[in-house]
């Protein structure tokens, strides 16, 4: 995982987020079903005033009970 954060933000902001490949979102969802668990790596950025005041990149591990 890895964030970095290149200007303060000191009020409102918006945060999104995308698949870092898009082509895995099925293949998370088979192993998903599959094994009860899988992985997912995730982009997001954070929006201050219109500029990038932030980024984060990582994975996920979704669980299924």
Do not use: C
Not at 6 to 27: E, N
Not at 41 to 60: D, N, Q
């Amino acid at each position: 995982n890895a964030i970095e954060y290149s200007k303060p933000i000191f009020g409102q902001f918006s945060a999104s987020a995308t698949l870092r490949d898009p082509d895995t979102w099925i293949p998370f969802l088979r192993m998903l079903e599959r094994k009860r668990r899988a992985r997912v790596s995730v982009a997001s950025v954070l929006l201050y005033e219109e500029h990038i005041a932030g980024t984060f990149e990582g994975e996920f591990v979704a669980f299924l009970q």
